[in-house]
Each structure stands twice: as structure tokens, then as C-alpha cells.
């Protein structure tokens, strides 16, 4: 562990207690609150991604893995816009070197948001750059970003099937809407923005074909594995670790000795020592699976293959920690029934964060299977 990840890990640690506290009132507000964002650019932490050579600490990928996880155990919502903000620096550490240079010269404080449905945004070629125009959801992070990725279909020539593209959109160029009412993650702000006949510059533009793994447009000034990752394969590990984190959160905070149910201490009943071994194989499971896959795709290129096994083990790592978090939240009892309180809040977040369309099973399970049957892959990002 290099001095900078100690740094950053104590100071994430230290930030708990208040970003436990503070996790109604991010609910409440469907956004982070200013605080806690001040909080965060203070110590530093939405820079864990960015390139050494802006100021940033440049850590291993499993960082969204380690300290995702470590955040979320008290405050999902903001683990969620933490990760999201992380991978966006390291994501634009991928870009063209002038639309780093423009984003970060400004300020390498900036937040960046993103939607990453392709359908939602159409682009058209035109002289040195592309006119986008769309409407995409779950852009969290939205309120304080000033820049946002929003993923498109690029109309190249009307002869050849659209590019998937990657367009960076100022915020004066796109409007929120603000629509963000949820059942869990509340506190993530992911907004719809839309725009309508925008230009963009062809360096703030990045093809998903130079994301697939191997050196991109910014390899040449961030040489790190970081900017040489294959950001589609490994979409799942870049948000799983909030699933984990709560269910860590919820079987290390469970204390039932207090309890008493037909006279027998909570504690002393079989089957709560049962559920509790099971939750903890599930989440335990789920951890070594999302740090042994960040490891992996951090130290070699992988082939086809490989990547659709990435999308097929994230997304069953979140399947087990959500496992979790559901018999955790039976041993808690009826006191997860309110709406307010910690407990049910992990309940709704952790099904929240299954709903991601990178952790649907079935979908990785079909790409996984194609692929390893020796048919052509059905995910054209990888």
C-alpha cells in the first residue's frame, strides 16, 4: 500500500461517522449534500483515479472495489457518486490529450457525471466534431458536475451502421430534468439531461472502440495500466462494490444479543447463527470475485473471452451481496419496516444498485455463454 492509498484510506475512514450521519439528509435531498462534497475535494478522494501527472494519486483499479465498498457501508448514495466521479477522471485520462488539458487546466477539481445508454443519443459526423442531440437517464452526480459523458450513436456515413461514442458535453450545453424520485439510491441525483442539435469538438468525443482494452488517445501522456483498461468489460466492478459495502455494513453492525423471541436469546437461536454464516459466504464471495477480476484486468489485456467473463462475475457478485443484504435484513426484524433508519435504507439501495442493467445475470449470463459457445458476442462494447 503506497503512501498516497494510506492517505486517501484514513481520510475516507475518518469521513464516516458524518457520512453515516449525514445519510438522511443526502436521502431527503436526492443529492450529496455541499457538504459532504467539500468534504471529499478537501481530502482529495474524487482524485484516487486521476493521472499522477495532473496531481492526482493514480491507484490501482480495485479502488473502486476497496473504498466503494468501505463508503457505502455508510452512506450508499455517496459511495455510488463517489465512484462515478472517480472513474470519470480516469475515464478521461482515456481522451484525447487537449480535452484534458481544457477540462483540467480549468480545474482538476472537476466533476464529471455520465449516462452510458447509447440509444438515447444520436450524433451525426460533420466538420471537426459531431452535432449531438438526445435525452439520457440516471446521469448521477449531475447537480455539481460541471461536464458530463454521454454516450451516443455516432452517424458516421449513411452508408455504415452508427459508431458507439462517448460525447463530452459542458453543462451549458444540456438541460436537467429533474425526475430523480426513487425507491433507493435517492441521495445519487441521477437526473435525466437532455439536449437537442449541440456541437462537439472532435477531442471531446472518444470512440468505444479505443476503450475495448490497449493504449487510447491519452495513452501518450498517461502511459499508467489505468488509462489502457477495458472500460465496458469492466462497467460491473465500477459500481459493485456499493452492493458489497452495504452488505458488510449491515452483518458487521448486527448485534442481536440484546434480543429475546419464545425466551431464547435472538443470538442463541440456530437459525440466526445459520443466516449469519450465509450472509457472510455471500458477501465474502462476492468480494474475492470483484478484487481477484480488478487484479486480473489490471495486470494483462484480456481476450474476448475473458471480458465477457468480467461482465459475467461482476454481475453475479452483486447478485451475492444483494443475496446478503437480504437475509441480513431478516434477522434485523420488523425495525426494518420504517422507512427511515439505516437498515431499510440499505434494503432499498442494495435492490437499487441490482437494478443496474450491468447486473442483470441473465443479460452477462447470455453474452458469457455466446461467447464461449464460439458465437459472435451480442455486446458490442466489449
Not at 449513411?158 to 430523480?180: A, C, G, T
Amino acid at each position: 500500500m503506497t503512501g498516497i492509498h494510506e492517505k486517501l484510506w484514513a481520510s475516507a475512514e475518518a469521513l464516516l461517522p458524518t457520512l453515516r450521519e449525514r445519510a438522511a439528509r443526502c436521502e431527503e435531498l436526492r443529492r450529496l449534500p455541499d457538504e459532504t462534497l467539500r468534504d471529499f475535494h478537501d481530502a482529495g478522494l474524487f482524485r484516487a483515479h486521476q493521472p499522477q501527472r495532473v496531481g492526482g494519486a493514480e491507484l490501482e483499479f480495485e479502488t473502486v472495489v476497496t473504498f466503494g465498498a468501505l463508503l457505502a457501508g455508510a452512506c450508499a448514495s455517496t459511495s455510488w457518486n463517489w465512484v462515478n466521479f472517480t472513474i470519470h477522471h480516469m475515464m478521461l485520462g482515456m481522451f484525447p490529450p487537449q480535452a484534458q488539458d481544457e477540462i483540467w487546466g480549468k480545474s482538476p477539481d472537476t466533476l464529471i457525471a455520465s449516462s452510458s445508454v447509447f440509444p438515447a443519443g444520436r450524433a451525426r459526423k460533420v466538420q471537426d466534431g459531431y452535432v449531438v442531440s438526445g435525452r439520457w437517464p440516471f446521469s448521477s452526480g449531475v447537480d455539481p458536475s460541471e461536464w458530463n459523458m454521454l454516450a451516443g450513436l455516432a452517424r458516421l456515413d449513411d452508408n455504415l451502421p452508427p459508431e458507439q461514442r462517448i460525447f463530452l458535453l459542458h453543462r451549458s450545453q444540456y438541460k436537467v430534468i429533474d425526475n430523480w424520485f426513487a425507491g433507493g439510491l435517492r441521495g445519487t441525483g441521477s437526473k435525466d439531461v437532455e439536449t437537442s442539435e449541440v456541437f462537439v469538438p472532435e477531442h471531446l468525443t472518444l470512440a468505444v472502440a479505443d476503450t475495448k482494452g490497449g493504449p487510447t488517445p491519452g495513452s501518450a501522456v498517461n502511459p499508467g495500466p489505468l488509462y489502457r483498461m477495458p472500460v465496458f468489460a469492466l462497467f460491473p466492478f465500477m459500481l459493485s462494490g456499493v452492493a458489497l459495502g452495504i452488505a458488510e455494513g449491515l452483518i458487521d453492525d448486527y448485534k442481536p444479543a440484546s434480543g429475546r423471541m419464545t425466551g431464547a436469546r435472538v443470538a442463541e437461536i440456530q437459525s440466526t447463527q445459520i443466516r449469519l454464516g450465509e450472509a457472510t459466504a455471500y458477501a465474502r464471495a462476492s468480494r474475492l470475485v470483484q478484487l481477484a477480476n480488478c487484479r486480473e484486468a489490471q495486470e494483462s489485456l484480456p481476450d474476448l473471452k475473458t471480458k465477457a467473463r468480467f461482465r459475467l462475475e461482476g454481475a453475479y457478485a452483486v447478485e451475492w451481496a444483494v443475496r446478503a443484504v437480504d437475509v441480513m435484513f431478516g434477522l434485523y426484524g420488523a425495525g426494518g419496516l420504517y422507512e427511515s433508519g439505516h437498515v431499510p435504507r440499505a434494503f432499498r439501495d442494495a435492490h437499487a444498485v441490482k437494478q443496474h442493467f450491468s447486473f442483470n445475470t441473465d443479460i452477462a449470463g447470455t453474452t458469457y455463454g455466446r461467447v464461449a459457445l464460439g458465437l459472435p458476442s451480442d455486446n458490442p462494447t466489449l
